[in-house]
């Protein structure tokens, strides 16, 4: 926990909803500041919004808000899974008509599958190649490669292979015999969504078959993720053609929120073993360090609570700060269900905080619904210092955005110093079927590829059952769902970024040390090397093998102007 007592809060200048944030990462420490003259505020425009701002009445203007990486498809275009984002210039210019001033199609400066960069496999490479003996690609590139592959055979089948000129060799010959395999199921289950997507439920279902024939929840992780990919379309087809009600796919969804609040040698294995639980929590707590600095009464509170765990990180922290001691550490923890859950987690927060001798105190604000949250009910202290912490728990409410729309005002009227938010970093929101399909496929593709790497050879009993029951459902919901039965919306931080813009939210730097946490925590981890690291404006993107999974980003309130 070196480095972090020290203080880093700079005052981000305020941008215009809908416009791109061109924030740069600054390395400057400096100490909390309470002077409103400072942030960048400008009421004109401030006004401005909150003159045009609607509350959210209606899920579906969630789906607005995101930055679809798909273009409109086009009318010529004969498969919509076709368009997957690192070739879709290249497929406008074989399907769109030319004009004098279009440059001539050419697939020369077509990255495939630009994740691939950064020293990792490429595709065009022979396996003879020294460097590369021994390697494999990754559960998400063996998805990529199959995408392309589907793609390719897509435009044959268009009659416009003669303007093909790939320049690599788009075969499965320079792969292993497994890899082949592998890339063969997975295109195979990229045409069944295909199908899906286009209503053709019969053609659906007979390469569905073929994807039984060769996948298993047992077998390598390409095969683990078309076992569950295909399970999902089956159960979409089945919804659509009205063979099961939508209400029975509702009544099996497996609560894992209520999962994780429970201690159990699953929950252990995931956080000892998968770096994207600890990685977050770290740099998450150093934030709210930063800009509790001088502050004697510390006050969090946590609107979604599962385990506890990240405040034992916390109270380590504080209780080797010297320079300021502590008189009080408060967690408030709001819910809306299992409330002997969220007192068996204060329980065991209780007892750790009288090991390492931190004066605590464990509330609980239980509410029927979010619309039934007010200010008082936190008990609010004039002489402490607020923060709020939200570990996936915005993305839980875009299925009720009445609900998240009202907690944004009242976290807004307690004003907290420091807003600290962990979300999903995937676009599983589109409402074009196949643009999510692709998109939580490639997600939880890396996920699986993850799992496999870190749990398999130490664990794999817990392996299977997270990627069956955890894993899993989130596919399935994803997937096979739609209107409000999909409560799984996960959206990108860019979309949350006009999101919270719309109640006076900008986004505040994370500082050297807590991205010193986050690097210094994943060297822990024997597959750490995996996980990557990017800033996405001032956010922190955390991944696996170059595909984000979730973001670390802190907010702050701009005054208000009377």
Known sequence: ???MNRGKYEP????????????????????????????????????????????????????DLELDVFCPLLPACPNQIAMLPEIQEEIEDIVAPKTQNERPFSLSTLELLKDYTKGRRRLNVEPSDANLAGQKLSTEEIMRFAGVKFIQSSIQMAGVASLLKYPYDLSFSGLSDEETKNGELAECMLASAEKVGNQQYDSARRLLNQCD???????????????????????????????????????????????????????????????????????????????????????????KISNGLQWTVLMHALASRNECPLELLKITAVGTNSKQHIEDTGNRLKSFAQTTNIPFSFKIVMVSSMLDLKEDLFELDADEQLAVYSEYALKSLIVQPNQLGHLMEVLRS?????????????????????????????????YFDCVDACLEHNDPSSRMIIESIYLGEGIRNIVAS???????????????????????????????????QANFVIKKFAFGSCCTFDMDGKSLLIGWKGTPILSLSTWKFMPQVS
């Open 213 to 303: 024939l060769l996948s298993s929840n047992t077998g390598n992780p390409v095969q683990r993720v078309v076992y569950y990919f295909s399970e999902a379309l089956r159960k979409r087809i089945d919804r659509e053609t009205g063979k099961v009600a939508s209400q029975s796919l509702e009544s099996d969804l497996f609560d894992v929120y209520e999962a994780v609040m429970i201690p159990n040698p699953i929950i252990q294995a995931c956080y000892e073993g998968i770096p994207f639980y600890q990685v977050p929590h770290f740099a998450g707590t150093q934030a709210i360090l930063e800009n509790m600095a001088e502050a004697k009464r510390i006050h969090v509170i946590d609107l």
């Open 1 to 3: 926990m070196e480095g």
């Open 482 to 516: 739609e209107g409000e039965e999909r409560k799984i919306r996960n959206v990108k931080i860019d979309v949350w970024r006009k999101f919270l813009a719309q109640f006076g939210m900008v986004e505040t730097e994370l500082s050297e040390a807590s991205l010193y």
């Open 414 to 446: 307690i004003n907290p110093c420091v807003l600290v938010m962990i979300e999903i970093e995937a676009n599983h929101n589109s409402r074009v079927f196949v643009h999510r399909f692709i998109e939580t496929l490639f997600y939880f593709s890396a």
């Open 12 to 63: 981000d200048d305020w941008e215009e909803f809908g416009t791109g944030s061109d924030d740069c990462f600054s390395s400057d420490y400096a100490l909390p500041h309470k002077d409103s003259s400072e942030g960048g505020c400008r009421p004109s425009k401030f006004e401005q919004l909150e003159q045009q701002k609607e509350p959210f009445s209606d899920y579906r203007q969630f789906e």
